[in-house]
C-alpha cells in the first residue's frame, strides 16, 4: 500500500479519490503487523480499522462496518487499486442509487485469475465465481469482478454477517454477497470504466512501473488538451500538480515535483 506511484503511495490515491467523491467518512482496513500503514499516513484524516486476521475480503469489510452509521450508502475500494478515476465511481455509485447495489466490472481479453460474473439468460448478473472454484465453462467467461461495488449500510452489514468460506481459499469472500443480494430480490446493477488500466491491480514491481507509466501518459495527455506543447510525452514525469499558461511548451526529460506553476512568456 505503500509502494509510491508518481511520488504517492497507491494508498493515497486512493483516500484522494474517495476525497474527491465527498465521503462523509474514510475508513482504511489494514492487516495485522500493518501498523506502519497507518503510522506512515498518520497525517490523512481517515479512520484506521484494524483486521487481526486475513480472513478474506468479506471479513476485511466487515471489521469496518460496525464503524459505518446505518442508512449509509458504502462504496467499497482497495488500497492497491490506484488508478480508478471519480468518474467511473460518480457513475457507479449512480447506477446502484441509494437504496441499491451497484457492482463494477470489466471485459478482460485474458481474464485468467480473477472471478467471473455470471450472469442468467436475461442478462442480470446472478453470482460471481472465483478463478480457483469455478467451472471450465464459467472460465471462459471475459466479464470479471473489480471487486469494487456500492450497497447501503444496512444490507451489507447482514449480508456479510452471513458468509462462510466453504471455498477453494477457506476465506470469506466479499463477492458472495453478490449471490445474497439476487437471493434477496435486488437487482446487481453494474457499470464498467472506460479504461481497464482503472481496476488494475498492483502486486509486483512490473505492475507497478506500467501503472506509473499509465498515469504519467494521463497526466501528459491531460495537459496537452488544455494547450501545453510537450515535445515527448513520454519523457515527463509529474510527482505533484501542474498548472500551465497558454502556449508553454516543455521540452524532453522533464521532471515536475509539487505544487507546480508554469507561466507563458
Not at 44 to 70: S, Y
Not at 88 to 110: H, I, P, Y
Not at 202 to 218: C, G
Request: a negative charge; proline letters at 3%.
Amino acid at each position: 500500500m505503500l509502494h509510491p506511484l508518481a511520488d504517492r503511495s497507491l494508498l493515497e490515491h486512493v483516500i484522494d479519490t474517495a476525497e474527491q467523491l465527498g465521503a462523509d467518512d474514510i475508513h482504511v482496513v489494514y492487516g495485522h503487523g500493518g501498523e506502519i500503514v497507518p503510522t506512515t499516513l498518520a497525517h490523512r484524516h481517515v479512520d484506521w480499522v484494524l483486521q487481526a486476521q486475513q480472513l478474506g475480503t468479506g471479513h476485511a469489510v466487515a471489521q469496518a462496518m460496525a464503524r459505518i452509521k446505518p442508512g449509509r450508502q458504502v462504496l467499497v475500494l482497495y488500497g492497491d487499486v490506484p488508478l480508478t478515476s471519480a468518474e467511473t465511481l460518480k457513475q457507479l455509485l449512480s447506477t446502484a442509487g441509494m437504496e441499491g447495489f451497484g457492482l463494477l466490472t470489466v471485459k478482460l481479453n485474458d481474464p485468467t485469475g480473477y472471478g467471473r460474473i455470471i450472469r442468467d439468460s436475461n442478462h442480470a448478473v446472478v453470482r460471481i465465481v472465483e478463478h480457483k472454484d469455478a467451472t471450465e465453462n464459467e472460465r471462459q467467461v471475459n466479464e470479471v469482478n473489480t471487486g469494487i461495488l456500492a450497497a447501503p449500510s444496512d444490507r451489507l452489514s447482514a449480508w456479510l454477517k452471513r458468509l462462510d468460506n466453504n471455498n477453494a481459499q477457506g476465506e470469506y469472500y466479499l463477492t458472495d454477497v453478490i449471490a445474497m443480494a439476487v437471493q434477496d430480490g435486488m437487482v446487481v446493477n453494474t457499470a464498467a470504466p472506460a479504461d481497464e488500466n482503472e481496476v488494475l491491480g498492483v502486486n509486483n514491481k512490473r505492475q507497478l512501473a506500467l501503472l506509473e507509466r499509465h498515469y504519467q501518459l494521463l497526466q501528459a495527455n491531460r495537459l496537452m488538451d488544455a494547450g501545453v506543447t510537450l515535445r515527448d510525452p513520454a519523457r515527463l514525469d509529474i510527482r505533484g500538480s501542474v498548472e500551465c499558461g497558454r502556449d508553454v511548451v516543455i521540452d524532453i526529460n522533464v521532471i515536475l515535483e509539487g505544487k507546480v506553476k508554469i507561466a507563458a512568456l
